[in-house]
Each structure stands twice: as structure tokens, then as C-alpha cells.
């Protein structure tokens, strides 16, 4: 009702925690449900406002892991944060939930998170070798792939391609530079980035940082 005044005109919804068909007993009891979320959607465009889904597709897997039988899906079972991106059914499981939530908010596009990935637990640990830069450019050339093929750009956060030393006072996720560099230069350069940042700054140096790194689309 508010935003719709100053033509703010996109509303991203975070949604993991839903009763998401796909994930079943693994969605919290107070989760929302569908439902909720056609409401809100049909509430939205009856306003000019359209709504994205935010669904993770790599870390803050809390949900997924919220049932003890996923966990064998976590890159750390033991603390289980990351899904393990080099096990195929992990993959194919995650893949089936992000397209549940496409095909329900039927949005231009589609948020697939993938920040603060290594935030818990051992990353990369099932994985290896592969490497840090390895695995999420693996996660976001998957993702990419499969919303091409739905007809849609994909949009990820942008933290895990930068190193906060790169681009103070703005911030990113990884503490090497070295990783951050190499995960730029692995990153398909065809997706959206979008950048958050915490705190408010007159100039946010990582935004030119990321277009002079090849990518186009920075928000």
C-alpha cells in the first residue's frame, strides 16, 4: 500500500521456510504456506508492485537441514549450513525446491542467495578438492543453466566475490583476497549481482569494483 506511492516496484520475498511441497516434514511448524504467498503476490500486482522469490540455493540451508535424514546433503553434516554442490542427488533435490517456488511466484527472475556460503561449518570439506572459487562458481553456472532454460536471468548476491579488503569501507564475505579474485574469474559473467551491504555510505566502491570485474548486471 506504501510502496506502490513511490513507485517502489518490486518486492523480493525471502521464502525457504515455507511448507514447500518438495521439502515436507522439514518445513517449520510456523512456516507459511503457498497460499500465503499467491495472496501476497495477487495483493502486490493489484498494485503495480511485482514480487520475486528469494529462495537459497547454495548456504543458509537451515531449513533443508531441519530434518535429520537431509543432512547427508551438507557440504559439514555436522554442522550442516551448505549443501554439498558435488553430490548430484543434493543438487537435484535443491533443484526440484527452487523450481516448485518459480513455478509458484512466477516471477521475470529468480533470487538464488548463495551469500555468507562458508559462514558455518567446513567449507569446502566433502567437496575437495574442489576449491572455494571452484564450488561456488559451479553453484551459480547450475543455477544460471537451469532458469535459462525456464527463460529467466538468475540473481545471487554478491559477497562471495569479494574480500572486504578489496573494497572497504563497502564489504564482502571472503577474508582472501586471493580466493575472491579467483572466484570472480570463474564466475559466469551472465548473471545479476546483487550487492548488499551493511550500513549506509556516501560511495559504495564495491559496485564499480564488480563491473570493472567483467559483470554487467550489478544492482
Do not use: C
Not at 109 to 120: C, I, K, S, T, Y
Not at 174 to 192: G, I, W
Amino acid at each position: 500500500r506504501i510502496f506502490s506511492r513511490f513507485k517502489l516496484n518490486a518486492l523480493f520475498i525471502e521464502a525457504e521456510h515455507l511448507k514447500w511441497d518438495t521439502i515436507g516434514s522439514a518445513a517449520p511448524k510456523w512456516g507459511g504456506t503457498k497460499e500465503d504467498i499467491r495472496k501476497e503476490i495477487l495483493y502486490a500486482r493489484e498494485r503495480g508492485v511485482t514480487v520475486y522469490p528469494l529462495v537459497q540455493g547454495f548456504g543458509h540451508m537451515e531449513t533443508l537441514f531441519g530434518a535429520t535424514g537431509n543432512r547427508s546433503f551438507a557440504e559439514d553434516p555436522e554442522n550442516p549450513w551448505a549443501v554439498n554442490f558435488t553430490d548430484p542427488t543434493a543438487v537435484a533435490y535443491l533443484t526440484k525446491l527452487l523450481t516448485e517456488a518459480d513455478d509458484l511466484f512466477g516471477a521475470p527472475a529468480f533470487h538464488v542467495g548463495m551469500d555468507e556460503v562458508d559462514l558455518r561449518g567446513r567449507f569446502p570439506y566433502r567437496s575437495l578438492p574442489k576449491t572455494k572459487p571452484e564450488l561456488v562458481a559451479l553453484a551459480a553456472r547450475h543455477w544460471r543453466d537451469v532458469f535459462a532454460k525456464r527463460g529467466k536471468p538468475v540473481y545471487l548476491w554478491a559477497d562471495m566475490l569479494m574480500a572486504a579488503s578489496e573494497v572497504s569501507p563497502a564489504w564482502g564475505t571472503l577474508k582472501v583476497p586471493a580466493e575472491a579474485q579467483k572466484t570472480r574469474e570463474l564466475m559466469p559473467k551472465d548473471v545479476t549481482l546483487i550487492d548488499w551491504q551493511y550500513g549506509v555510505q556516501e560511495k559504495f566502491p564495491s559496485l564499480r569494483f564488480l563491473q570493472n570485474a567483467g559483470f554487467k548486471d550489478v544492482l
